[in-house]
């Protein structure tokens, strides 16, 4: 049983795009009368570029959902799956799917970050899974619990297939470790 979640890279490949399309167009016309200059406008409409890939990136480092015989894997973490609740997975699968609206309104509340106040344990909330500090707006979330009853928030892209292969990854390990 192996499940990995498969990440979006449109938004990534039409920044780039358009900002080769914009140094190929500026390079015709200054290359090689002001190759200082235009070397120059390169690098600053790069200063443009990285924060547009910059959110991608993230959501690839502290998002990526990836699940083996043995391990969930959610961005920097690890979880066994021995130490899941599959109770709460089932739960988790029989909730109404979250409208777009709602998804971006439970993005919005969903923050853990490391600030005093801020932390999901401080406000009696599920502990943010993977090291970001929120879940992505828009995407979705689910919560779960560990065998000892601390609940995981992990952010999705696609809901019911990962909770589907988190509920046959757990089915067998009905059984405390």
């Given at each position: 049983m192996?499940?990995?979640?498969?990440?979006?890279?449109?938004?990534?490949?039409?920044c780039i795009?358009?900002?080769?399309?914009?140094?190929?167009?500026?390079?015709?016309?200054?290359?090689?009368?002001?190759?200082?200059?235009?070397?120059?406008?390169c690098g600053l409409f790069l200063l443009l570029l990285l924060p547009c890939l910059a959110v991608p990136l993230s959501k690839f480092v502290y998002h990526r959902i990836r699940m083996d015989a043995d391990t969930l894997r959610v961005g920097r973490e690890r979880i066994p799956l021995t130490a899941i609740d599959p109770v709460s997975v089932q739960t988790a699968s029989q909730q109404p799917l979250?409208?777009?609206?709602?998804?971006?309104?439970?993005?919005?509340?969903?923050?853990?970050?490391p600030l005093p106040g801020l932390r999901?344990?401080?406000?009696?909330?599920?502990?943010?899974?993977?090291?970001?500090?929120?879940?992505?707006?828009?995407?979705?979330?689910?919560?779960?619990?560990?065998?000892q009853g601390e609940q995981l928030r992990i952010a999705t892209r696609d809901r019911v297939a990962f909770l589907t292969a988190l509920a046959q990854g757990t089915a067998g390990l009905n059984r405390q470790p």
């Open positions: 192996s499940y990995v979640e498969k990440t979006p890279k449109t938004w990534s490949a039409v795009a358009v900002y080769l399309a914009g140094i190929v167009y500026m390079g015709v016309d200054t290359i090689p009368d002001e190759i200082g200059l235009w070397l120059g406008l979250p409208t777009a609206a709602e998804q971006y309104a439970a993005s919005l509340n969903a923050v853990d970050a999901a344990g401080d406000r009696g909330e599920p502990r943010l899974v993977g090291g970001g500090w929120s879940v992505p707006m828009g995407m979705d979330s689910v919560v779960i619990r560990t065998r």
